[in-house]
């Protein structure tokens, strides 16, 4: 099954080299999702997670080598053996889809002797491929929730494996281990942890995805230079990660949320230029993130009416919102001091100006402090600051 795992990602062009082919052919998935979530369609009920566990589901073994993410915990704490029946549920670990795995590792570019700290242990797999490709002395791993961090310390021994595991808000790096001349977060941020950039040897690279409230995502590589800045390219594909717990959107309850709605009765309508259908688009999603980043989305309908999206900031008190037309297109309202859907559509506009290159056009940049992505040269260049706090 590993072998055929092996294939599996050569074909898919996600796994390249033989060290890395050796260490998936040798390490034992299935040790690492001993219990699972299952996406399943109950009718009536919509999308739940079932559990899979190797006591009760035959095909078990062969999921655990499938090229799939297993979900492993909902909510930060509900793991599969708390559940009997399909449940409804926001993923907070997993084991990440094997073929993801291989292309940031890959990606990593280490060579022998490298020492690399790993951000979001997860189950462990991950990280007891790095233990095989560069040897446990090189390997550091931390995760922030400390039940998912005992059950992948367990995997990872059961497999052999000898890292240094630890427990803790992985945004402030691990810095008795350091320096790390590779950084890989299996999380992703809104922003780069300054940690990191002094954790780093210089030369040394972080390889993480950005992302934020907006779902946005742009899997970024970056070099440390001897002056601690770090700049960096979004390499391709569309890869997402579940985002680091701090990270995480302050909470919008339904009363805030009521209560910020109503303030847009007095906004006055105007037709959009931009629909937030742009969303769709992998790249534009990215860009309207950047726009708005302390926005985060919700949709309502009353009833018999069409679903409204709604873009609330809770730091500024602005809201936007854009409503579908009978005839096509969308009507915006807005209030509160940051005409959010204004700066939405200025970003998207001037991204399309200059030909709408994509995500993997955009560079990346950090001192610590002031953290810019940007894409385009000269007069064609459109740059954003990201959010650091
Ligand atoms: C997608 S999973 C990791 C997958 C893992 N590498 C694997 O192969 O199984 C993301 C993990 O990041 C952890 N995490 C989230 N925020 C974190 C933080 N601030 N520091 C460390 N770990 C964090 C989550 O608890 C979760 O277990």
Redesign the pocket.
Known sequence: MRRSLADELEGTGDLRSPRWRRAVERVPRHL?VPAFFQATDVPGRGALWAPVTDRQHDEWLELAYCNK?WV??LDGHVTPHDVAEPVQGDP?????LPGL?VRMLEALDVTDGMDVL??????????A?MCDRLGDEHVT?????AG?AAN?AAAVRAAGYAPRLMV????GGVPEHAPYDRIIA??SVRHIPQSWLTQARPGGRILVTMSGWLHGHGLASLTVGEDGVAEGRFLPGTIS???????AAPPLSNEQASEMIASLADADPRPATVGPDIRQDWTGAFVVQLAVPDAQRLTRRVVGGPWVDYYIDTRSGSIASLTPEPGGGWTVRQSGPVPLWDRVEDSIGQWRQIGSPPLERFRIRTDGRVQTVWVGTGDARLTWHLPVQ
């Open positions: 690492f993410t492993t915990q907070t670990s997993s084991s990440t795995v790993e951000i979001g242990t997860g189950t462990g797999y991950s990280t491929l791993s931390i995760e922030v929730d998912v992948a803790g808000d992985g945004l299996t999380c990660f579940m985002i680091a717990r701090p990270h």
